[in-house]
C-alpha cells in the first residue's frame, strides 16, 4: 500500500476509536445520570447533581457529520490529535485533544517563522462524516500552505445549507488572537461584512467558557444579536461546539421581561412592546441625554426630612428629631445606591436609631419580630414616604412622560422645550399598567430600572452588529456587563439604525468599556471578490472611516440586469439558480416581499422565511431589514433603488443586502440603480 494511503487507513482507525471512546464516556456519564437520582442525599443536591451529569451527557453527544478531529500536531516527541472535544481512553489518555487546549493554539498559530516545536501541521478533508483526504505542512522543513490549503478553501467555499457553523478546523491566525484573549480583556472588532466577525464572538464564548469554566458558568455568558431569525441562525453555532448553556437575547430582550434573572434575585419587570414612536420621538428616547433626565427624576424624590418622627412600640415611646433624620437620609445619598436600595438603607438605619434607644432603657437588645415591627411602623414608613418616596421604573417614565411640571425639572437644561413636548404624552394612561410602551420606552424603563434596583452581571457578553445600537441600548448592556468583560462585534459601514454608530470609541464609553482595543478584521470569507468590489462602490457614499476588506474568494459571478417585469425576471432567476447547489435567497424592499414571495408561489416555487432555519424549502425571500448577519450561496437582489427609498440609512441597508451572497449576485432593476452602483462611478 502507498505511504498516503497507510496513512489515511491509519488515520480512520484513530477516528473509529476515538469515536468508540466518546461513546463510552457518554455511557459513563449516563450511567452517573440514572445512578446520581438515586443517590443525592436531598432533593437540592439531586437537582444540582443530575443538571451538572445531563449537561455533561449533552455535552459528550456525537454528531456523526462532523468529524470528531480535524488536524494533527507532531511536534519530535508527541502528536496529538485536534477535535471539537478531549477525548479519552479508558486509561484516561488523551486521543483527541479539544481545541481550546494551550496546546492547540499552535495548529491554528504555528508557522514557518515561528515554529512553536511543531514539525507538522496535518489537515483533514471530510466528506460527509468520512475522513477523505490529509494536507501536511512540514514546519521544520519550511513549508507552509497558509489560505492556499486545499481543504482550507474547499471549507470557505462550501455550499451553504441551514444555520450557521462553527469554524474550528480553519479559525485563521487573526481570528484566533481574537478568540483566545484574556477573560478580563474587551474587545472590539471593526470587520468588513464576512470576515467573521459572528464566528469569532462565538469561538471567543466557547473558548473563555472552556478556560473559566466554573466562573462563567456562575455569572453566565451572553450572545447579543439583532433579531431573533439572526438569533435563530447562529444558535447551533455553540451546542455543536459542547457549550449548551449559553444564553442568548435581543437588547429588546433585556429590556423587556423576556429576560428576566431570577437566580440572581432579578425582579420580573413586564414591559410589553405594544406603542411605537414617530422617527423624531424614538431618536430623542435613544439620545444619552435622557439618562440624566431620569437620574436626575429619580433623584428629585429624595427630599430633606421637615419633621421629627415617634414611634410606640405598645409599652414605650420612641422620638428621632428632623436633624438626626436629615443626617441619615443624606448618608444614604452620598452612598449612591440604586434608589430603592437606598430607601431600604434609611429605613434599617431609623430601625437602628430606634433599637439603640430601647436597649438603652432596657438593657437588653429588642428581637428580631420588634424590629420588623418598628421597620413597617406607620410613623417610619410615613417618613420614608415622605423623603424618599417608593419607586418603580415604569412609574417613573410614566410619572415623567404625563407631567410637563416633573420632565422639566429633570430635563431643565438638557432638552429644549420642543423636545420635551415631543416627549409629554397628548392623553397621559391613567397607569404605569395602562401605556401603550414603545420599544424606545422599554430602554428608558430600564435605564431607570437600572437606578433603582441592582442589576446581575455577565462574566462575559458578546455584542454581534453593534453598530446599530444607540447609546441608551449601549448603556443597557453596559448595566449587564459591569462586572465582567466585553466582545463588540461591528461594522460601522452596516450601520442602519438612525443612531447608528460613527465611531467605536463613542460606543465604547457608552458601553462603560472606554479602554477597549479596537481591532480590524479585513479578510472576507464570504463575498466574492468581484461581488466585494461591486459592493465598494457604495463605500464612499456611506461616509464611515473603515479599512476595506479583502476577499479569500476568487470563484463567484456577479449578474446586474435591467429587466422590464421584475416579478417574472424575479421567478426566472430563481429557477436557474436551484441549478446550482446550495441556498437561494430573494432579497427585497421590506413592501416587496409578499409579492416577490406570491410569484414564486404562482410558479410553483416553494419559498420559506428567514426566521425559519429548519426550513426544507431552498428559497427563502427575506425582507431587506431582516438580512443583516445572515448568507446564503445565491442571492437575488431585486429592485435596489427601492431598498434604498425605504429609510433613511438605505444605502447603508443596500451595502448590507450586496454583501450577503456565498457564491453569486444577481442584480435585477427596473428602476436604475442608485448613483453610487450606476456606470460613472463604476467606469472611474
Ligand atoms: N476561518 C474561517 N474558516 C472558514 N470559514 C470562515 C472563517 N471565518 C469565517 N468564515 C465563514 O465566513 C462566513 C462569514 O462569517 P461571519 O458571518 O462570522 O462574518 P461577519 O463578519 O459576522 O459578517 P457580517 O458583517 O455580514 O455580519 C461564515 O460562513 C463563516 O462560517
Known amino acids: 500500500m502507498p505511504a498516503l494511503e497507510t496513512d489515511l487507513t491509519s488515520e480512520r482507525e484513530h477516528l473509529a476509536a476515538s469515536r468508540a471512546a466518546l461513546h463510552r464516556m457518554r455511557q459513563r456519564a449516563e450511567a452517573l445520570f440514572s445512578t446520581g437520582e438515586n443517590v443525592a442525599g436531598d432533593s437540592y443536591t439531586a437537582e444540582m447533581l443530575g443538571r451538572t451529569l445531563s449537561r455533561r451527557v449533552a455535552e459528550l453527544a456525537d454528531d456523526p457529520t462532523t468529524p470528531l478531529f480535524f488536524g494533527r500536531l507532531t511536534f519530535p516527541e508527541v502528536d496529538y490529535h485536534i477535535g471539537r472535544r478531549h477525548v479519552t481512553d479508558d486509561l484516561g489518555e488523551p486521543m483527541v485533544l479539544d481545541w481550546r487546549a494551550p496546546v492547540s493554539r499552535s495548529f491554528y498559530r504555528a508557522s514557518v517563522r515561528d515554529p512553536q516545536g511543531v514539525a507538522t501541521r496535518r489537515r483533514f478533508g471530510f466528506s460527509a462524516g468520512v475522513l477523505t483526504s490529509f494536507e501536511d505542512e512540514h514546519l521544520d522543513r519550511g513549508e507552509e500552505l497558509g489560505t492556499a490549503s486545499r481543504i482550507l478553501t474547499a471549507e470557505i467555499e462550501r455550499p451553504r445549507v441551514g444555520p450557521m457553523r462553527d469554524i474550528v478546523a480553519t479559525i485563521q491566525p487573526e481570528q484566533d488572537e481574537l478568540v483566545r484573549a484574556e477573560l478580563e480583556t474587551s474587545i472590539c472588532v471593526q470587520g468588513a461584512p464576512g ?107 429624595i427630599r430633606e426630612p421637615e419633621e421629627s418622627i415617634t414611634v410606640s412600640d405598645g409599652s414605650f415611646r420612641w422620638r428621632i428629631g428632623t436633624e438626626v ?82 420632565l422639566a ?158 416579478d417574472s425576471a424575479t421567478v426566472t432567476e430563481v429557477r436557474a439558480a436551484l441549478a446550482y447547489e446550495g441556498s437561494v435567497a430573494v432579497i427585497a424592499a421590506d413592501v416587496a416581499v409578499d409579492r416577490l414571495a406570491g410569484a414564486l408561489a404562482g410558479a410553483g416555487i416553494a419559498t420559506s422565511t428567514a426566521d425559519d432555519v429548519e426550513a426544507t424549502e431552498r428559497v427563502t425571500v427575506v425582507p431587506a431589514s431582516l438580512v443583516k448577519g445572515l448568507e446564503y450561496d445565491h442571492v437575488i437582489v431585486v429592485e435596489p433603488a427601492q431598498i434604498v427609498a425605504a429609510e433613511p440609512r438605505g444605502l447603508h441597508r443596500l451595502y448590507v443586502v450586496l454583501t450577503r451572497a456565498v457564491s453569486r449576485l444577481a442584480v435585477l432593476h427596473h428602476d436604475p440603480l442608485p448613483d453610487p452602483l450606476g456606470p460613472v462611478i463604476a467606469t472611474r
Not at 415591627?373 to 410619572?399: E, I, Q, S, Y
Open 195 to 301: 470576515t467573521g466577525k459572528t464566528a469569532v464572538g462565538l469561538h471567543r464564548a466557547a473558548y473563555l467558557l472552556y478556560l473559566h469554566r466554573e466562573r462563567l458558568r456562575r455569572s453566565g455568558v451572553l450572545i447579543v444579536g439583532p433579531n431573533r431569525a439572526f438569533l435563530s441562525y447562529i444558535a447551533a453555532v455553540l451546542p455543536a461546539l459542547g457549550e449548551v448553556e449559553v444564553a442568548q437575547a435581543t437588547v429588546e430582550d433585556l429590556v423587556t421581561a423576556a429576560f428576566v434573572r431570577q437566580e440572581f434575585g432579578e425582579r420580573g419587570r413586564t414591559i410589553t412592546v405594544r406603542g411605537s414612536d414617530t422617527p423624531a420621538v424614538a431618536g430623542l428616547k435613544h439620545d444619552v441625554r435622557m439618562a440624566e433626565v431620569l437620574r436626575r427624576a429619580v433623584a428629585a424624590h
Open 409 to 566: 425639572t429633570a430635563a431643565g437644561d438638557l432638552l429644549t422645550a420642543a423636545e420635551q413636548e415631543l416627549l409629554i404624552w397628548a392623553k397621559p394612561p391613567r397607569t404605569a399598567k395602562a401605556a401603550k410602551w414603545s420599544a424606545a420606552d422599554a430602554v428608558l424603563i430600564d435605564e431607570a430600572a437600572g437606578l433603582i434596583e441592582r442589576v446581575a452581571s455577565f462574566g462575559h457578553v458578546v455584542v454581534d452588529e453593534a453598530q446599530d445600537l444607540s447609546p441608551m441600548q449601549c448603556r443597557a448592556i453596559a448595566r449587564r456587563s459591569v462586572h465582567g468583560s466585553i466582545t463588540l462585534l461591528g461594522d460601522l459601514a452596516q450601520g442602519t439604525a438612525p443612531w447608528a454608530a460613527t465611531d467605536w470609541r463613542e460606543s465604547l464609553a457608552h458601553l462603560g468599556k472606554p479602554d477597549a482595543a479596537v481591532v480590524p478584521l479585513t479578510i472576507g470569507f464570504r463575498v466574492p471578490a468581484a461581488v466585494v468590489a461591486f459592493a465598494n462602490r457604495l463605500l464612499p457614499a456611506l461616509a464611515v472611516d473603515v479599512p476595506p476588506a479583502e476577499s479569500l474568494r476568487r470563484d463567484g459571478a456577479l449578474d446586474l440586469r435591467t429587466v422590464d417585469d421584475l
Open 325 to 406: 433624620l436629615r443626617r441619615v437620609v443624606d448618608e444614604a445619598r452620598r452612598e449612591r445606591l440604586p434608589y430603592g436600595i437606598g430607601r431600604e438603607r434609611v429605613r434599617a438605619r431609623v430601625v437602628s436609631l430606634l433599637q439603640r434607644q430601647a436597649e438603652a432603657r432596657r438593657g437588653e437588645s429588642p428581637n428580631d419580630a420588634w424590629l420588623r415591627r418598628m421597620g413597617k411602623a406607620a410613623p417610619v414608613t410615613g417618613f420614608l414616604d415622605a423623603a424618599w418616596p417608593a419607586l418603580t421604573p415604569d412609574g417613573l417614565v410614566h410619572h415623567l412622560f404625563s407631567d410637563p411640571d416633573a
